[in-house]
């Protein structure tokens, strides 16, 4: 009986390890992008000659916490059941990848640059997923709580 316990362990343990490495890989990918693409808006805002002090001083924590990691955790699981493991593997490639280039990237022209959806995922079926699971509430709240969402509708109404 030990032995049958111990082998089913070491079957399940690479699994769990698995998905605890795209996870950490998600949150990390994640912090960094958003880090980016707020930097993406403030430089838009700029571009436009908007004034950018506002939503500097507003920029969002992205940092994880419970429930983020909860809504990352339920996003992974829904993608590897909806496509597969290597697929988001590959997807996280491509995030990770992106990220230096998010310095230069035009927000207008951006959804031609990022695909980052694995094979069998839809943008429709993605966004579903992310407000099932919280993510899109999440960076929601926190840019209203920071005051981001009411410093970008100001700069926007400006032009």
């Not at 950018?52 to 990691?69: F, H, K, M, N, Q």
């Amino acid at each position: 009986m030990k032995h049958l316990i111990a082998a089913a362990l070491v079957a399940i343990c690479p699994v769990a390890a698995s998905a605890e490495t795209q996870l950490d890989r998600l949150e990390t990918i994640s912090e960094r992008m958003n880090d980016a693409m707020f930097d993406a808006m403030i430089r838009m805002v700029q571009q436009q000659g908007g004034n950018p002090e506002p939503l500097r001083s507003a920029i969002p924590d992205g940092t994880w916490d419970a429930a983020y990691r909860d809504a990352g955790a339920c996003m992974l699981e829904s993608f590897v059941a909806a496509s597969s493991t290597s697929a988001v593997d590959k997807m996280l490639d491509d995030m990770e990848a992106f990220i230096p280039k998010m310095a230069e990237v035009d927000l207008e022209n951006m959804s031609e640059e990022t695909d980052f959806l694995p094979e069998g995922i839809s943008e429709d079926f993605s966004i579903s997923v992310n407000m099932e699971c919280g993510l899109t509430d999440i960076m929601l709240d926190r840019m209203e709580k920071s005051g981001f969402m009411a410093a970008m509708m100001a700069a926007m109404g400006g032009n």
